[in-house]
C-alpha cells in the first residue's frame, strides 16, 4: 500500500506522541528533541502551514519551553491527528515527516515507509498512526 496523502499519527498520552491534537485554527504537532522544542502547524486538512522551532541551552528547561509554545493555541485538545508530508530546516537539523520509501534493509525489498524527523519515528503499513522507533 503506497504512502497515504495524509499520515496518520496515534496520540500517545505520557510518551512520545503526547503533544499533538487539534486546535481552533488547525491541527499541531509539538515534541522535544536534542536541545530544541517544537511545533509544527498545519491547516484542518493537513497541510502544513508552518513551525516555530527554539533551541534551548538547557535541555532541562525543554519542557517548559514546549509548554510555553503550546500556550498560545486556543481551543487546543489532544489527540489523533493525520497530516501532510513536510519539512523544513533550522539549525542544520531537518524537521519533517518525509517519505523514506524504498529498499530499507538491503535485501532489495519495497517498504513504503514515512519518518518524522529528527524524532525518528517510523509510519508504514497499516498506516493507523502507530510508529516503529
Not at 33 to 39: E, F, N, Q, S, T
Not at 60 to 76: C, I, M, V, W, Y
Not at 113 to 128: C, N, Y
Request: hydrophobic residues 35%.
Amino acid at each position: 500500500m503506497p504512502v497515504p496523502r495524509l499520515i496518520p499519527i496515534a496520540h500517545e498520552p505520557d510518551y512520545r506522541t503526547d503533544r499533538i491534537g487539534n486546535y481552533d485554527d488547525g491541527i499541531f504537532l509539538a515534541s522535544a528533541w536534542d536541545h530544541h522544542a517544537y511545533v509544527h502547524l498545519f491547516d484542518h486538512d493537513g497541510a502544513y502551514r508552518r513551525s516555530t522551532i527554539t533551541r534551548v541551552k538547557d535541555r532541562a528547561a525543554l519542557g517548559e519551553t514546549l509548554d510555553g509554545l503550546l500556550a498560545d493555541l486556543s481551543g487546543k485538545s489532544y489527540g489523533d491527528i493525520a497530516v501532510q508530508l513536510f519539512q523544513t530546516h533550522q539549525d542544520g537539523v531537518i524537521f519533517g515527516l518525509i517519505d523514506e520509501s524504498g529498499d530499507r534493509a538491503g535485501d532489495g525489498r519495497h517498504v513504503d515507509w514515512v519518518e518524522l524527523h529528527p524524532d525518528r519515528l517510523g509510519f508504514h503499513e497499516p498506516w493507523d498512526g502507530l510508529y516503529d522507533t
